[in-house]
């Protein structure tokens, strides 16, 4: 959707004082009146955009519905409390398709420890629909937002990117365990994870920090899966489908030198970090050519999307 | 949906020990490790299910959604804090539709003071679905569940019923005002709000209750709409309208009998309350026939939707 709407949505709509974070980010943060700030996040996904029902198991589609929530959960480094599910399923379905779409929540649900609070399940003549709400809290060790990277801090990125369509667009494990073990050792400025794709979720933490990435494309974690699509396909090389394919759900961190440092020789996390850069004052993203230069790199990814 | 779904459900979904209350209420409820309570609920609504979006303004449709969710805070006695919106759209539409359905919740949030804490846009080949999560807080005076009903209470409700199809199910209040000041002053034991049926809602408040119903159908506050509906079908009467077309979006109360006299005394709120019987041990709904017997009532109303 058109960037005017999202501008004229966050100068429009209506807030409060317990609304700490709103439009703009991963998740909100709402104040309660007796203490404690609660963390929430709304993805929904639809048959036909985003899997295709009849091509695919559906415990695969009710995984994936739950896991992106708790991947942007992982973004501001929140731990998970519970989620709501509303389903809106073919009238011509059978029971057995409700079933399988919770049965697919389950072990993740129960791998996290988040309790399914409740919801709705509607029937109707158009294609299936999942909309999930994460509820998490903010750590003692606070939270990550998108605003927060500096020019000079490293951008570490989690696992590697590209081809998810493949596959692991269904199956990526959200990285909340890991984004929870970050928090808490080590200075992070800021976080976004990767759906729309590596390139353009950077572009968005970089708008969102006023800042700009110096990207080294070298450095760039390419998945095996990049590799099969470029070689099977042909339009795009292995990198280019790992700077603009999406729905990774990695995390792109904005970490201060040191902390970096550390991070990348300690390796404290069962996925590896990457530096692929840092960030700097130019706004935009950059990535270094011959003899010092900067040469301009398009952001590119999925952009059907009005994230809110 | 058929009832083993829901119970299937409510047996198999994953729970912790932050989730004060589950599925099979109004609302659920979250304790957050650093205080607070927070009461969370999902409601979807479909286009050619819960509107005609070609046969109306895309605003009521807005409005409707946020609407409904906010009733179910009310039934709670919760205060609305916020609310985040999924919506899908058909892709051909513009990007007026989103405004106006935007537009239409503004002037509602403005009045329960409530932020619109974020969401999705999606587009698809599909018709317009609207999920909304509606957040809220508990207050000092606790919440009502529908579970807490005595043999005993008087059966109060506000507003009227039936009929709502000629334009309330779009433009009603929800009652979280009246709830809250409700919940303030009187002794409450159980409550819900009426979707899909004032008979159908009453009976699930009773199975949560284990008790029944003993209404006296005289005096069911009959709404104007539900005369004119009958007038106009001539299928129903105007009470069978009042007792099963739902959207009403009006709350039933389970209230001890002083204060329940108090409250028809008083009459507090800016909309009438009306006891419409009592809650008593027989399970069931039942209703005053001739000679102090007591003839079965059976709940109708919209079921197609799982509620959970």
């Known amino acids: 959707m058109e960037s005017a709407l999202i501008n004229w949505l966050r100068q429009r709509v209506p807030t409060n004082s317990q609304l700490v974070l709103g439009i703009g980010d991963d998740a909100a943060i709402l104040q309660l009146t007796d203490g404690g700030d609660c963390v929430v996040t709304s993805d929904t996904l639809t048959d036909t955009v985003d899997f295709e029902l009849c091509q695919c198991d559906p415990r695969r589609v009710g995984r994936k519905s739950l896991a992106v929530n708790l991947s942007d959960l992982a973004a501001m480094a929140a731990r998970p409390i519970a989620a709501t599910v509303a389903l809106v399923v073919p009238r011509t379905s059978s029971a057995d398709l409700v079933r399988d779409l919770y049965e697919g929540m389950f072990p993740l649900a129960e791998q996290f420890q988040i309790a399914i609070a409740g919801g709705d399940t509607n029937s109707w003549d158009g294609p299936l629909v ?101 070689e099977r396909r042909g339009d795009k090389s292995a990198l280019e489908h790992a700077l603009s394919d999406g729905e990774d759900f990695e995390l792109i961190l904005a970490v201060p030198l040191d902390d970096a440092r550390r991070l990348l020789r300690e390796q404290p996390l069962d996925v590896p970090l990457t530096r692929i850069g840092q960030f700097i004052e130019q706004p935009g993203l950059w990535h270094a050519a011959g003899g010092g230069r900067r040469e301009r790199l398009e952001p590119s990814g999925y952009q059907h999307r009005l994230d809110t």
């Open 130 to 230: 999942l909309s999930i709400t994460a509820l998490g809290e903010v750590t003692e060790h606070g939270i990550w937002k998108r605003s927060g990277a500096q020019p000079g801090d490293a951008i570490l990125v989690t696992g590697c990117f590209g081809g998810s369509l493949l596959g692991r667009h269904f199956d990526f494990q959200p990285r909340v365990g890991e984004a929870l073990q970050l928090n808490a050792g080590y200075s992070v400025h800021a976080a976004i994870d990767v759906s729309d794709g590596l390139s353009l979720d950077l572009a968005r933490l970089c708008e969102a920090s006023q800042c700009g990435s110096l990207l080294e494309l070298d450095c760039v974690p390419i998945s095996p899966d990049a590799h099969r699509l470029a």
